[in-house]
T-cell receptor
């Protein structure tokens, strides 16, 4: 079964509103989670690294004020897309490693459509 | 130097055939090379992974071949089935404690019945 769960799986929002996406590790604690963005028929691009109890680390070119990341507990990281615009429409995916030396499991993804 | 180049972009194989997808990298600090399978509208799922200390790893119908000197690795899917039709991504990362995966561009595989 899934070990990393994302919610919601799909969301449609109006331009200018904010949307929150949750990523949960189901049966393990994750001090680190990763957020990726994937445009149609393209690869996954790492947006940021979410660290429990500290600030997220953003990749170059990713606006930290637009994509707010909160990792308040060892099992939950949230990505909030603020003031969403149609160009933010994408597939957002989180991942989390079970331990420091194992591979990361991916969530099922969230399809965001901004209209 | 952070790139992972993947080919082909798309691949059509007859049922029972062998599917081969290739990846190349530049950064010699990469030491973990996984392959992911992704179905439409789903997150990627780990298929198989290899570290540079071995040249080949096999799990069921899936085999990774790794050529450290050429900085290339490939995925072979034996006895390809229609259910294998998906997008496949190679990836690379460095350091045992690093999960910052750098993904290839993806290969859309179609296995015809």
């Amino acid at each position: 079964g899934a070990v990393v769960s994302q919610h919601p799986s799909r969301v449609i929002c109006k331009s200018g509103t904010s949307v929150k996406i949750e990523c949960r590790s189901l049966d393990f604690q994750a001090t680190t989670m990763f957020w990726y963005r994937q445009f149609p028929k393209q690869s996954l691009m790492l947006m940021a690294t979410s660290n429990e109890g500290s600030k997220a680390t953003y990749e170059q070119g990713v606006e930290k004020d637009k994509f707010l990341i909160n990792h308040a507990s060892l099992t939950l990281s949230t990505l909030t897309v603020t003031s969403a615009h149609p160009e933010d429409s994408s597939f957002y995916i989180c991942s989390a490693p079970r331990t420091r030396n194992t591979e990361a499991f991916f969530g099922q993804g969230t399809r965001l459509t901004v209209v | 130097q952070q790139q992972v180049k993947q080919s082909p972009q798309s691949l059509i194989v007859q049922k029972g055939g062998i599917s081969i997808i290739n990846c190349a990298y530049e950064n010699t600090a990469f030491d973990y090379f996984p392959w992911y399978q992704q179905f439409p509208g789903k997150g990627p799922a780990l298929l198989i992974a290899i570290r540079p200390d071995v040249s080949e790893k096999k799990e069921g119908r899936f085999t990774i071949s790794f050529n450290k000197s050429a900085k290339q690795f490939s995925l072979h899917i034996m006895d390809s089935q229609p259910g294998d039709s998906a997008t496949y991504f190679c990836a690379a990362s460095m350091g045992l404690s690093s999960y910052k995966l750098i993904f290839g561009s993806g290969t859309r595989l179609l296995v015809r019945p």
